[in-house]
C-alpha cells in the first residue's frame, strides 16, 4: 500500500488537478484478455450500430447515417484519449480498455481539457437510446426483416451488458472515487 501511495505522489503531479488527491488503491494494470474482451464488447456495439443506421437513410445508394455514425464514434474516441485519458491515473498504462497506452501513443501528458471530456463523454449515455430509438422507429414504420429486428434486440442485449462489465471494472480502478462515468465512485 505504501509503494502505492508512493507511485499516486509521484504521479500526482502529471494529473488533472480535478484527479489529484482522489486516486484509491486498485489494479495498476489490468489483463491482455480483460482488454481485449471489454473492447470487443464496445466495438461491436459501435458497428452494430452502423449497420442498424444502414437502411434509415440512403442517398444514391450511399448510407448517409452509417457514415456519419462512423466520423462520430472515430472523432469522439480520438478526443476522448486525449482530453479524458491524457490526464488519467492509467496514462500510459494498461487501464480496463488499455486506452491509456493508446493516449500516451498518440497524446502528451495532460494534454486535453477535462471539462471539454466530461462533454465528450455524453457519447455513451445518449448515443445507446438515441440509436435504439432511430431504429426501432424505422422497424415500426417500414416493416423491417426479422433480421433487422434480430439487430435491434443484439443491439440492446450487448448495451445492458456493459452496465456489469463497466461495474466490474470500475470497482478495482484507481480512479472510481474522481472519473466522471465511475459506477461505483461511492465505494
Ligand atoms: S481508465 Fe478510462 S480515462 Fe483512464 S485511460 Fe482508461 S479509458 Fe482512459
Not at 447515417?65 to 472523432?75: D, F, H, K, R
Request: some cysteine; charged content about 10%; overall charge positive.
Amino acid at each position: 500500500m505504501k509503494s502505492f501511495q508512493f507511485l499516486i505522489n509521484k504521479l500526482a503531479k502529471y494529473m488533472y488537478p480535478c484527479h489529484t488527491n482522489k486516486i484509491l488503491p486498485g489494479r495498476n494494470s489490468f489483463s491482455i484478455l480483460w482488454i481485449i474482451s471489454e473492447n470487443t464488447l464496445y466495438i461491436s456495439i459501435w458497428i452494430l450500430a452502423g449497420f442498424l443506421l444502414v437502411p434509415v437513410w440512403q442517398f444514391a445508394g450511399i448510407s448517409i447515417l452509417t457514415i456519419v455514425w462512423a466520423a462520430i464514434v472515430i472523432s469522439i474516441q480520438l478526443a476522448l484519449k486525449k482530453h479524458n485519458c491524457s490526464g488519467c491515473y492509467y496514462y500510459d498504462k494498461r487501464c480496463h480498455l488499455g486506452w491509456g497506452k493508446i493516449s500516451s501513443a498518440l497524446f502528451e501528458q495532460d494534454s486535453g481539457s477535462p471539462e471539454l471530456a466530461q462533454k465528450l463523454s455524453l457519447f455513451y449515455i445518449v448515443s445507446p437510446p438515441l440509436i435504439a430509438i432511430v431504429s426501432i422507429s424505422y422497424a415500426l414504420v417500414e416493416k423491417a426483416s426479422i433480421g433487422f429486428l434480430g439487430m435491434i434486440v443484439l443491439y440492446i442485449v450487448l448495451n445492458a451488458i456493459t452496465f456489469p462489465v463497466r461495474r466490474k471494472g470500475c470497482a478495482v480502478c484507481a480512479m472510481r472515487a474522481t472519473c466522471p462515468g465511475s459506477s461505483v465512485a461511492n465505494s
